[in-house]
């Protein structure tokens, strides 16, 4: 086995494979030695950006000594049988997400990983992004009062999702909530702490039946909601994504399935103007009213606030999201490559994130498929 660095073998060369290998291997001492996969033209691809010149099956490539890490980018259906090929050869393993499709599979892999002291994990970079952590301090500092609702609306295209795509085919993609919404149910547990989802809807697209649009509420500690959308009806071009996150005092916006900004709209005294703008450092401040004298008093939820302004913060906002993208998939195998060599690492992302996302993501699929289907009051 290699040590002198990561030798990265491939399972699966889509578009995102390749975008991710650019970036892992901008590591120091990380190199991509082998590519298992058909001679389709995104493999090719793949091989001539790599200078690859053999493309192997599966099992030549997990039989090779300089292989120490298997990077799994195939649909969700391959990453378990493949996981646990790659674990019983003795590699570690970071897969796309999800982790798998059940909670059983995930169990087994998890299971042989600690059995033989290898990682396995799923390709949650999320946590990894500065915005996490800032709006982590902010619900932590209590700096616009208490955390009371959120929201995650995912308009999503379906333009490269042709009808005979995997995408659509819940036995090779686990559904929407498993396939994509994992992301975010990491997201928000690591703001707010574990969740469970209360209940899940879905709509079938009529012509077709496939599923294209799910929602569910998920409710956290001290009773926040928090309600995620899931729909993929959209044009390439209208692809879009969005965060809010209510408080006493105000609510903070962000856009971008990988945000890189905020925007911040409340109602503030001069030390909690301070505290924001310390945390959110280089943001541009619009005040918007001034208060004094009798009218800085104001109320909600039966508590008495003073406040000085009412303001918004623009920050990030400007910042590319592609770069911000790449900059996390680097962190997150920088972390998981800090692990492999010294097991007393703390890892930002584990086994358990997968798991755990994958749970409440197959809880709402559960809820859903158990929810009424909406009925036209006239059918033709």
């Not at 959120?150 to 295209?157: I, L, P, R, T």
């Amino acid at each position: 086995m290699r040590t002198d660095g990561i030798g990265i073998g491939a399972l699966g060369a889509g578009g995102f494979g390749l975008f991710a290998l650019q970036h892992f291997t901008q590591l120091p001492g990380v190199e991509l030695v082998a590519l298992a996969e058909t001679h389709r033209e995104a493999a090719l691809t793949m091989a001539r950006r790599f200078n690859i010149s053999q493309l192997h099956n599966a099992d030549a490539l997990l039989a090779r000594d300089d292989i120490n890490l298997v990077y799994i980018a195939t649909p969700p259906f391959l990453h378990h049988p493949q996981a646990m090929q790659a674990l019983r050869a003795g590699k570690h393993v970071i897969c796309e997400k999800p982790l798998a499709l059940s909670l059983q599979q995930a169990d087994e892999m998890i299971a042989l990983a600690q059995e033989k002291h290898l990682l396995v994990v799923a390709n949650l970079m999320q946590r990894y992004n500065p915005m996490f952590d800032s709006i982590r301090k902010l619900i932590e500092s209590r700096l616009l009062g208490e955390f009371l609702h959120g929201y995650f609306e995912n308009y999503a295209s379906d333009e490269g999702l042709g009808p005979e795509h995997w995408f659509w085919d819940r036995a090779k993609s686990g559904g929407i909530f498993v396939e994509h919404g994992v992301h975010f149910f990491d997201l928000f547990e690591g703001w707010l702490g574990p969740g469970r989802v209360v209940a899940a809807q879905r709509t079938l697209r009529p012509e077709s039946r496939i599923e294209e649009q799910v929602s569910c509420t998920v409710r956290y500690r001290d009773g926040i909601l928090v309600n995620f959308y899931h729909g993929f009806t959209q044009a390439a071009r209208l692809d879009r994504q969005a965060f809010g996150l209510l408080f006493e005092r105000g609510d903070v916006r962000l856009e971008g399935w990988v945000p890189t900004g905020a925007r911040i709209s409340a109602i503030v005294n001069e030390e909690q103007t301070r505290g924001l703008m310390e945390l959110f450092p280089g943001g541009r401040l619009d005040v918007l009213n001034v208060y004094s004298g009798s009218s800085r008093a104001v109320c909600a939820r039966h508590k008495a606030s003073d406040v000085c302004q009412k303001i918004e913060i623009n920050y990030g906002l400007e910042d590319d999201k592609m770069r911000r993208y790449g900059e996390l998939l680097r962190s997150m195998l920088r972390d998981q490559i800090q692990w492999i060599f010294d097991h007393n690492h703390h890892r930002i992302i584990t086994h358990e994130n997968g798991r755990n996302s994958l749970a409440g993501a197959a809880e709402a699929q559960r809820l859903a498929d158990d929810s009424p289907q909406m009925k036209p009051d006239h059918p033709n």
